[in-house]
């Protein structure tokens, strides 16, 4: 049964929609895969922030025109689903590649940022990058431990004070304490 012409004007609005929100797209052929198969993946995708959805080649074709992106059309070929990544990039191609490990059908085309376009060879170096929340973490870390290390140079003098005046207490209570035994 054939699309209104309003059905695929509001397709294309949702794709467009979908682009803006989205840091890039990654690209995959899903020829063959089983319907329980294709949602597993689509939970994967919704673990990372990204959405995954079977794509109308030529409505989707309108909206990557609409926003200023482009694909080549080897990528846009073929029965194709799109992951759009809203939360990090690396994270949803490294869980699609993950997914074409659990489901042989599935297949890596490219994606695209922007205007940057990556090939299936690209996705596996993106999928090396660390996501945004291991940059964060390794960023404060790096802030934060010269300041723990002046923290600690500052506080060692006192402690090694405490330290010197707690065996001073402790070896008088000891004396005292030995010399209340010789007495009894």
């Known amino acids: 049964m054939p699309i209104s012409r309003s059905e695929k004007e509001a397709i294309v609005a949702d794709y ?32 990372v922030g990204a959405q995954y959805t079977v794509a109308k080649k030529t409505l989707f074709r309108i909206a990557l025109d609409q926003v200023g992106m482009s694909a080549p059309d080897e990528l846009i070929s073929g029965p194709i689903a799109i992951g759009f990544a809203y939360d990090n990039l690396p994270g949803t191609v490294k869980a699609l590649l ?46 934060v431990q010269p300041a723990a290390q002046l923290l600690s140079l500052l506080v060692a003098p006192q402690r090694d004070v405490v330290s010197v005046i707690a065996a001073y207490v402790d070896k008088h209570t000891e004396g005292e304490s030995s010399e209340d035994a010789d007495a009894a």
């Open 16 to 47: 467009v929609n979908k682009l803006n929100d989205s840091q890039g797209i990654v690209i995959t052929e899903y020829r063959g895969l089983t319907v329980n198969r294709f949602d597993e993946i689509r939970k994967k995708m919704r673990d």
């Open 98 to 143: 993950d997914s074409t490990k659990d489901h042989e059908l599935l297949i890596l085309k490219g994606a695209v940022a922007r205007t940057a376009v990556y090939n299936r060879d690209d996705l596996k170096t993106i999928a090396e990058l660390p996501t945004m929340d291991e940059l964060r973490a390794t960023l404060a870390g790096t802030v």
